[in-house]
């Protein structure tokens, strides 16, 4: 019946699926949002730390309404060796200032938030239902199936994050690779406000956010730790491969990481209330499928594996809402179902996410040097232990001093292979 | 309260399930896993739910984080099926 029809229904309410349905229902378009989760969120787990701008792109003074948690002040690197701990923190309160330039989030919170929006505007909001299946006619996707009821729309946007079920359905792109993906794990730990702003150097509003590397036993990955308001988000992505190549479990190597004397003096006090895992895509640009869309059908955040990690900066929940624009802006504009992928593609570029990915194309590479999980965070505690040690016995020389701790980590042929293998890399 | 290492148990006690009972939305096949030697699923799970008992790899479904980690790694193609819970049911994040 044509009455039952939707403009557009989204798959997943999080942030690319809520973006894409916010957009579409405040240009009047009927849209059904469809979240499997209970309520927005409680599906999802992120680091996090949301870069602002893309609420802003959205609607300008949007992310005022948003509950995100502390705006993000200091930047803090962290190089671990067994016990020790070298951190290198920027501060910088003009991240905070005018349009403040990223904030910790708590996903549950805000995607909760995010999914009211889209009801706000007039979208339909239908949480605690699986989508199993997709109808397609004539070579067209035309709507969803539901425990055996069928939904139809013009247009039905995927939505549903890294795992994309959907996407597979479809018949756009076989299951993620092993290689593409990280698996991240996260503790949530409550941890009274006031303890946070006097370990983190932080106001009431700020927070610092953290990323460590040398927790993960040689294996590629890094930790992360962001401050909430009342809790830390603590957690640890790893390279699945290199992981599965060695005999601990992943679960181990976190709660030790969790454990690190440096680490421990953070969190001490606080108390654990969430453990979750999730898939990250991690490749960036090689890391997209070759086809996000045909037609009926568009692809969007996780689902089409956007995503940036340099090491020191992990995007997704931006590119996420980014692209959720884009696919809303495609479907607003289209006359007919026949333009909007390529439509949606051009909007990709237009909102410069493609430019965004392809800057970091080859960064990757840099997680191929394995030493940067080991061997250089080590010979940096090393080097920090032989310049701050004063023992009252003869010193060695600085230079003899530095070099032996050089040199119990790496060759120099290691070092300047790896600094090419980085330079090529950047 | 204090901060310390946490057992798997104990990490999956924090977060709050709703267990499809008798509804696995994973399917394992221990006839193929008894011939697989990697085993990546008993390392790279993080909800631990592959387990060695008696040189058998035993999968559980409850306490599933609904990752996907399993399915992508899984060499030897033990995991047969791989879906999200039905709605209501798995895992409910509250503060992630
Ligand atoms: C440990 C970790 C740390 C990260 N840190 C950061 C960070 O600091 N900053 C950052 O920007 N990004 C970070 N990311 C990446 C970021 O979380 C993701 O890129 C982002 O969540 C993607 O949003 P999405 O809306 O595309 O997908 P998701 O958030 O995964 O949303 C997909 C939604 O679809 C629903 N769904 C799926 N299938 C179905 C179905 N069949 N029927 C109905 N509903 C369905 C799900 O329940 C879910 O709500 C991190 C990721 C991880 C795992
Ligand atoms: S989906 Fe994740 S948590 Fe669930 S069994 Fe697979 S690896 Fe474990
Ligand atoms: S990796 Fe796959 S096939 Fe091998 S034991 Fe695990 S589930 Fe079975």
Redesign the pocket.
């Known amino acids: 019946m044509a009455d039952d029809k939707f403009d557009a229904i989204v798959v997943g309410a999080g942030l690319a699926g809520s973006a894409c349905a916010y957009t579409l229902a405040k240009a009047g378009k009927n849209v059904l949002l469809v979240e499997r989760g209970n309520t927005a969120g409680s599906k999802n787990v992120s680091g996090g730390r949301l870069y602002t701008y893309a609420l802003e792109l959205l609607e300008p003074d949007l992310y005022k309404r948003a509950p995100l948690q502390r705006k993000i002040v200091r930047e803090q690197v962290m190089l671990l060796n067994e016990r020790g701990a070298t951190t290198i923190d920027y501060f910088n309160p003009d991240f905070g200032e005018n349009i403040p330039q990223s904030y910790s989030v708590i996903r549950a919170v805000l995607d909760e938030w995010f999914a009211a929006e889209v009801e706000a505007q007039g979208g339909m909001v239908a949480s605690g239902i699986l989508v199993d299946g997709l109808i397609e006619e004539n070579g067209k996707i035309v709507g969803i199936l539901t425990g055996g009821e069928e939904m139809r729309a013009d247009v039905v946007v995927a939505a549903d994050g890294v795992n994309s079920l959907l996407g597979q359905k479809a018949g756009l792109f076989p299951d993620v690779k092993s290689h593409a993906v990280g698996v991240g794990v996260k503790e949530t730990i409550e941890l009274p406000d006031n303890l946070i702003n006097a370990r983190f150097g932080v106001t009431a509003e700020e927070g610092a956010a953290r990323v460590a590397i040398g927790c993960t036993e040689g294996i590629s990955g890094g930790a992360f730790l962001y401050t909430n308001k009342g809790s830390i988000s603590l957690g640890i992505v790893f390279n699945p491969e290199q992981a599965a190549k060695q005999q601990r479990h992943i679960q181990d190597i976190f709660q030790d990481f969790k454990m690190h004397p440096a680490i421990q003096a953070l969190i001490e006090g606080g108390t654990s209330v969430e453990y979750g895992?999730h898939l990250v895509p991690e490749i960036g640009y090689q890391g997209i499928p070759k086809q996000l869309h045909r037609e009926g059908f568009l692809v969007v955040g996780d689902a089409a594996q956007f995503g940036i990690n340099t090491g020191l900066i992990i995007r997704g929940m931006d590119l996420a809402i980014v692209s959720g624009l884009a696919a809303a802006r495609a479907i607003i504009a289209s006359p007919s179902t026949a333009e909007m992928g390529a439509l949606y593609m051009k909007q990709l570029e237009e909102l410069l996410l493609v430019a965004n990915q392809r800057a970091y194309q080859n960064f990757h590479g840099i997680f191929e040097i394995s030493r940067i999980f080991g061997g250089y965070p080590k010979l940096a505690n090393d080097a920090m232990q032989f310049m701050f040690t004063v023992d009252g016995k003869t010193p060695t020389p600085m230079v003899k001093g530095l070099l032996r701790a050089v040199k119990k980590h790496a060759t120099f042929g290691q070092m300047i292979a790896d600094g090419w293998k980085a330079y090529r890399s950047l | 309260m204090t901060i310390k290492k946490l057992g798997p148990e104990e990490l999956l006690a924090l977060d709050k399930f709703s267990v499809d009972e008798g509804n696995p939305h994973?399917i394992v096949d221990k006839v193929i896993c008894a011939k697989c030697s990697a085993r990546e699923c008993l390392i790279?799970?993080?909800?631990r739910?592959y387990r060695l008992k008696n040189d058998e790899v035993n999968f559980e479904y409850v306490g599933?984080?609904?990752?996907?980690?399993?399915?992508v790694m899984c060499s030897g193609k033990g995991v047969t099926s791989w879906n999200f819970p039905g709605a209501s049911f798995g895992v409910t994040f509250r503060c992630s």
Do not use: Q
């Open positions: 895992a | 994973i790279v799970c993080p909800a739910c599933c984080l609904e990752c996907g980690t399993c399915r």
